[in-house]
């Protein structure tokens, strides 16, 4: 095993890889997706595709392939959670202080405007998947952290594992997607009930989990916070108010198919509140859920740490 750690995105980025003697070569090809993401559909460089397409507004514009998929990936995410986790929230971010990369966000300020709204609904995103072009309906700012975070997670990994014909296992902030042969023992993960996304998960993890494929998201409210006016906020916006997210977790964390699906369906369960376990459940999801009191409720065919006082659902 071989082991690169680096910063990115205002958090930490890890690549283990099966042979160390690929090391090298997988870290390029993560750093190159990484890279391609970013300047497609960061919400944060003027430079982007994504900031090119809020300037145009109103009108049709030509966009990648790349940034095809991620809003693709957003709209679906979207759909199939009914809006709970919507990429239309860019403007509530703005409105409560998270208008640069996180590391810049001041971390005490004077108080915000309180702008209690709805996100403007992600059906006013057009998108033409076959021509590659989309529209954005004026007034609409797009914010893809929900989705994009762990699309690149996935894309790096299957890159990497491509470049190398290794097993490799890429995190992006503990946001976790795994590819190629895995170690016959699986990928032992540390999950933490995450306080600061810039520290590798291990620094304060509660539990150590094995994945064999796909991959890993935890959602918290305890990371990424800042404060305005004496107010508390954080960065996991509930779309119906435009605030954040006032449920019973502090942190959840959830396995799937796909990196991009655990982190969609643990931003989801943060925002449904009370309803995300049953949510979770029936959607077929193995998940942690951590009250902000510290106690746990478990979904599916989450292990569960001893000793075994929590709730099971």
């Known amino acids: 095993m071989a082991v690169s750690d680096w910063p990115v995105w205002g958090t930490s980025a890890q690549l283990v890889i099966t042979d160390p003697g690929g090391l090298d070569v997988a870290r390029a090809a993560v750093e190159a997706t990484i890279a391609d993401i970013d300047l497609a559909a960061s919400r944060f ?3 982007s595709e994504l900031s090119r397409l809020y300037e145009a507004a109103g009108s049709w514009q030509d966009v990648s392939p790349l940034l095809t998929r991620a809003l693709r990936v957003a709209l679906d995410a979207a759909e199939w959670t009914d809006g709970l986790v919507d990429p239309t929230v860019g403007a509530s971010l703005i409105d409560l202080g998270y208008d640069r990369t996180f590391s810049l966000v001041q971390s005490d300020g004077t108080a915000v405007p309180v702008h209690v709204r709805s996100a403007p609904g992600f059906r006013r995103i057009e998108l033409d998947d076959d021509h590659h072009r989309a529209r954005l309906a004026p007034g ?3 914010d893809l952290g929900a989705t994009a975070k762990g699309l690149a997670a996935d894309m790096a990994a299957d890159a990497a594992a491509e470049a190398t014909g290794s097993g490799v296992l890429v995190s992006l902030g503990g946001d976790i997607s795994v590819a190629g042969p895995a170690p016959a023992d699986g990928w032992a993960v540390a999950v933490a009930d995450v306080t600061d ?7 304060d993890a509660a539990q150590v989990i094995v994945i064999h494929s796909g991959g890993l998201a935890t959602s918290s409210t305890s990371a990424r916070r800042w404060r305005r006016g004496g107010s508390e906020l954080h960065h996991l916006i509930d779309p119906r108010s435009g605030l954040p997210a006032t449920g019973p ?7 799937a198919s796909t990196c991009l699906l655990a982190n969609t369906a643990s931003t989801a369960a943060v925002i449904a509140g009370d309803a995300a ?5 029936t959607r077929g999801f193995h998940a942690r859920l951590i009250r902000g009191d510290g106690s746990v409720v478990y979904v599916g065919g989450w292990p569960r ?3 075994e006082p929590e709730k099971e659902t």
């Not at 996304?197 to 620094?203: G, Q, R």
């Open 45 to 47: 460089r003027p430079d």
């Open 140 to 142: 609409t700012l797009v």
């Open 197 to 203: 996304l810039s520290l590798p998960a291990d620094e």
């Open 249 to 255: 977790w502090r942190t959840v964390s959830v396995t």
């Open 277 to 281: 376990p049953e949510w979770l459940r």
């Open 305 to 307: 740490a001893a000793p």
